[in-house]
């Protein structure tokens, strides 16, 4: 609950934390693929769905945040595309969603303890149709060094909340890796990462 509060507060600023704008990657990744349905859990204030949206794709977004589900809705209505925002957490994705559903699924900074991400995760291909990508972007575990040096880059407070090479192999054992590196990369999204960062990229496809 304590995580909802300090989620829901950040977002009531007018400005968008993260920008307007999607992430470089997604945009990138979703450039390759071709669009269908897309789930984006913890998508924040929409510029990741709505950008998908944008893009032909069916959009299924959620996130813990109210105040994220009304700034998205309103970033899709100025955009002109429709989207679907749920407020729920992560937690209630498989009782929400049915499976071999979506072609697409994007974590963009998508940050959970431990314990979501070894408990929740894993069951994500499920959700795909066969053929189906999971797509990631998130700070790396060496992260923490780049946020010591720039607090202005961002990032969660806990280095458990962060991703590694060998995890994402763990969280996804049966997905074949298209893509999967940690890289220092320079962000410039919103107010709320600026500077040079470490992160993990992943793409795997469903079998
Ligand atoms: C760093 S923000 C990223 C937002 C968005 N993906 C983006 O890149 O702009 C992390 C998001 O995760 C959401 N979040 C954290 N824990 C969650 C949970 N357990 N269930 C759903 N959303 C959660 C937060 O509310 C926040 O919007």
């Known amino acids: 609950m304590k995580m909802k509060r300090n989620w829901n507060e950040r977002y009531s600023i007018a ?4 920008g307007e704008e999607p992430n470089e990657y997604f945009k990138a ?3 390759n693929l071709h669009p269908g349905k897309i789930l984006l859990p913890a998508d924040g204030e929409g510029r990741n769905g709505v950008y998908a949206a944008t893009q032909g794709w069916e959009v299924e977004a959620f996130d813990q945040s109210e105040q994220a589900r009304e700034k998205a809705l309103q970033l899709a209505q100025r955009k002109g595309v429709r989207i679907n925002y749920q407020v729920l957490d992560f937690q209630q994705i498989y009782d929400t969603y049915p499976k071999e559903n979506f072609d697409a699924i ?3 900074f998508a940050h959970m303890p431990p314990e979501i991400k070894s408990g929740y995760f894993p069951q994500l291909p499920d959700l795909l149709k066969p053929g189906g990508h999971i797509l990631l972007e998130g700070f790396s575990k060496n992260h923490v060094t780049y946020q010591q040096k ?3 880059i961002g990032g969660p407070p806990d280095v458990e909340m962060m ?5 994402m192999r763990e969280l996804f054992p049966d997905l074949e890796i298209i893509t999967l590196s940690e890289q220092e990369i320079s962000l410039n999204e919103g107010l709320g990462h600026n500077g040079l960062g470490s992160v993990v990229r992943y793409i ?3 079998r």
């Open 106 to 108: 994007a974590l963009i």
């Open 150 to 152: 720039n607090p202005g």
């Open 204 to 206: 795997g496809k469903k």
């Open 15 to 18: 400005d968008y934390v993260y």
């Open 163 to 167: 991703y590694s090479e060998e995890l």
């Open 29 to 31: 990744t979703l450039a």
